[in-house]
């Protein structure tokens, strides 16, 4: 994505795109992370033809997902394929971890909502392996991906934050649960904040993608989710502002920007996570089985032989019955990848719910769920925290989705604003561009930018609030029993 920004100006091209497919093999899930630096290469040059000026860059940043990492020898050597979080190794991890500190300290200290593939847990999958005993260096997915366009090493904040290894109080590492789990901190390089200096482009990198140099590199909220959430376009100081967020993609984050992490042993069971973000914030949120669940479907309608187009689909949910059946999005049985259609019909079959009857009310089900789950996420997140919530905003790709978001605007009784849908990439350009100088202020002034440019679509509530509340006892049946 080029973004070009100044007073008054926030723009956002996409100049390419590539597959992100991960591989199984020998029963481990990795990622394909060469393939992805390739398709990394080929946007670099692909940029270069997208901007005035002789196609100079005045930066590059990076953001991507959370918690993977890729293992590095002395020499810089890649230390074979980064696993999958949606690998198994970790299955039984987080029951080792609790037996090492219990789950109350552990939250107490780092602030991490329990997911079992938090990087601690995997890397108590890998104690003993050839691999991390070999390490040198452990960098997280866009660090790696910075350390090969640079040759420099760095651990970005927001990223490090979902570790399970960082205190969200101090914003420096949990020395004593490292100690506690054996973990070596000297693996990870020296952190690195939104905004910090992360290298320029090597030579060989300028040449393979035809670049004139030199080109700077900016460490930018380098969790995806980091970046959304400062791309979103709300009113009032950074950490004060009276809204709620949903950034929806393959999973839906949602909850509030605070300046402080909630660390309560209510925010423990209730499963909450304080990830660090952009100038100092804390992401209080939930992480939600989001539109994965849809991707899913669409799979394996299409291996079927029966592949339906998107919109029509949507079309024919938006008329299906009302909360006609939900489930519990954030149930494990739907984090793995195959078969999800049938998955979701044995959920309602086994909480005696009439099971879908075709696509279209298959996917009316994982909406509602998903606004249901976006329901009970933002109301505990101001329960939680005691910030008041005025609007709801949806960013991300599922601000595409209009039926989504209102269905949140129903579920949540409160007007939503969705978009952008590529917040992730506009809070990335926004903060390149504050460090290079084309913008100034704080987030506050950013979002205002944001506001200014960038097309937003308004739903109010509607619809019967008490359905909502009857499905919410259906979904927390399920989870109580």
């Known amino acids: 994505m080029v973004g070009t920004v100044g007073p008054g100006t926030l723009e956002l091209r996409e100049a390419h795109r590539f597959p992100n497919r991960p591989v199984r093999a020998a029963s481990t899930l990795y990622w394909d992370v060469l393939g992805l630096y390739r398709g990394v290469l080929d946007g ?79 890397l108590l999958a890998a104690r003993g392996t050839a691999a991390l005993a070999a390490a ?138 304080n990830e660090l973000g952009v100038d100092g914030t804390v992401r209080y949120l939930r992480n939600i089985t989001g539109l994965w669940l849809l991707q899913e479907c669409l799979r394996a309608w299409e291996a079927e032989g029966r592949p339906v187009a998107l919109g029509e689909l949507l079309r024919g949910a938006a008329e299906a019955p009302a909360l006609r059946s939900v489930v519990d999005a954030g149930d494990p049985a739907f984090l793995a990848p195959g078969r999800m259609p049938g998955r979701i019909a044995a959920a309602c079959r086994r909480t005696g719910q009439p099971v879908p009857r075709d696509p279209a009310e298959t996917v009316r089900c994982v909406l509602d769920s998903l606004a249901l789950a976006h329901r009970r996420a933002v109301a505990d997140a101001r329960r939680l925290s005691g910030r008041e919530v005025e609007v709801v905003h949806v960013v991300g790709g599922g601000a595409r989705n209009e039926l989504l978001c209102q269905l949140t605007a129903d579920a949540c009784g409160l007007p939503v604003v969705a978009g952008p849908a590529e917040a992730a990439a506009l809070g990335n ?53």
């Open 136 to 273: 040198r260096h452990l960098l997280l997915i866009p660090d790696l991906i910075a350390y090969w366009l640079t040759g420099e090493l760095g651990t970005e904040l927001t990223n490090a934050s979902t570790t399970q290894l960082v205190d969200p109080r101090t914003g420096g590492w949990a020395r004593p649960v490292a100690d506690a789990f054996g973990v070596d901190l000297a693996l990870f390089p020296p952190l690195r904040r939104p905004g910090d200096p992360a290298g320029v482009l090597l030579e060989e990198v300028l040449e393979e993608t035809g670049l004139p140099g030199p080109v700077p590199v900016t460490a930018v909220g380098s969790h995806d989710t980091a970046s959304a959430v400062a791309g979103v376009p709300a009113r009032g100081p950074a950490g004060g502002g009276r809204f709620a967020y949903v950034a929806t993609g393959t999973w839906s984050l949602a909850g509030v920007e605070l300046d402080a992490p909630v660390l309560t042993e209510e925010s423990h069971a209730a499963n909450f996570t």
């Open 429 to 481: 350009v926004l903060v390149q561009a504050r460090a290079a100088g084309a913008v100034r202020g704080d987030l506050a002034a950013l979002r205002s930018l944001l506001r200014a440019t960038q097309p937003l679509r308004h739903h109010g509530p509607m619809g019967d609030r008490d359905a909502w509340r009857r499905a919410e006892d259906v979904v927390c049946a399920w989870r109580c029993s």
């Open 44 to 122: 670099l040059r692909a940029a270069g033809r997208c901007v005035p000026d002789a196609g100079r860059l005045a930066s590059v940043g990076i953001d991507s997902w959370a918690v993977d990492y890729g293992l590095l020898d002395a020499s810089g050597a890649l230390l074979g394929n980064p696993v999958h979080y949606r690998d198994g190794r970790t299955d039984g991890a987080a029951e080792r971890a609790a037996a090492v500190m219990p789950p109350r300290e552990l939250y107490a200290a780092t602030g991490l909502q329990h997911q079992p593939f938090n990087t601690l847990h995997q």
